[in-house]
T-cell receptor, first 115, second 112 residues
Framework: EAGVTQFPSHSVIEKGQTVTLRCDPISGHDNLYWYRRVMGKEIKFLLHFVKESKQDESGMPNNRFLAERTGGTYSTLKVQPAELEDSGVYFC?????????????FGPGTRLTVT | AQSVTQLDSHVSVSEGTPVLLRCNYSSSYSPSLFWYVQHPNKGLQLLLKYTSAATLVKGINGFEAEFKKSETSFHLTKPSAHMSDAAEYFCVVTGRWGKLQFGAGTQVVVTP
């Protein structure tokens, strides 16, 4: 069984540019989560999809961030325009639908550097 | 609201000696608690989980943790450290709809 995959693994962009991160969850997992770790800080929740619907987007920092999950499969997280403080590692995780308390399986993360 | 506090940002142990990583939690209801590990340049891997069953939880690679409600603690232990245990460890509590609340992380260094 393939795990959670994320693309790209690294991205370096200039301030003001746009970047799109992609996450492919484990097949059959309805729950998809995005998290972020800014340098020196804790890993923070961004948002949660159940299938294609946003269940909770309380962690999204501002309207420069747009997440989508068309068809309830893979998800994208777009940052437009990127700012210096957006640099960090973006993690995606998925879990099965039945139990919210069950473990989430994480992808390797995308390291975003905004210069 | 849920939160976790990892009491040590860095822990250094000698190979073959015990490891103790301390975690205290706060939760407005019976929580699910996890320990995740991240090795350098790798993703987050689940070590073990507590979901209101046995209070002593055994995980992978010889790690275990004990849920103590009276102390609101969920400390992670391993009897004998191995060089491969060098990594960053996160204590995590679940919030609403499975949202994870992470501790700040504990960096473990293992010396020969």
């Amino acid at each position: 069984e393939a795990g959670v995959t994320q693309f790209p693994s690294h991205s370096v962009i200039e301030k003001g540019q746009t970047v799109t991160l992609r996450c492919d969850p484990i097949s059959g997992h309805d729950n998809l989560y995005w998290y972020r770790r800014v340098m020196g800080k804790e890993i923070k929740f961004l948002l949660h999809f159940v299938k294609e619907s946003k269940q909770d987007e309380s962690g999204m920092p501002n309207n420069r961030f747009l997440a989508e999950r068309t068809g309830g499969t893979y998800s994208t997280l777009k940052v437009q325009p990127a700012e210096l403080e957006d640099s960090g590692v973006y993690f995606c995780a998925s879990s099965s639908r039945d139990r919210y308390s069950y473990e989430q399986y994480f992808g390797p993360g995308t390291r975003l550097t905004v210069t | 609201a849920q939160s976790v506090t990892q009491l040590d940002s860095h822990v250094s142990v000698s190979e073959g000696t015990p490891v103790l990583l301390r975690c205290n939690y706060s939760s407005s209801y019976s929580p699910s608690l996890f320990w995740y590990v991240q090795h350098p340049n790798k993703g987050l891997q689940l070590l073990l989980k507590y979901t209101s069953a046995a209070t002593l939880v055994k995980g992978i690679n010889g790690f275990e943790a004990e849920f103590k409600k009276s102390e609101t603690s969920f400390h992670l232990t391993k009897p004998s450290a191995h060089m491969s245990d060098a990594a960053e460890y996160f204590c995590v509590v679940t919030g609403r709809w499975g949202k994870l609340q992470f501790g700040a992380g504990t960096q473990v260094v293992v010396t020969p």
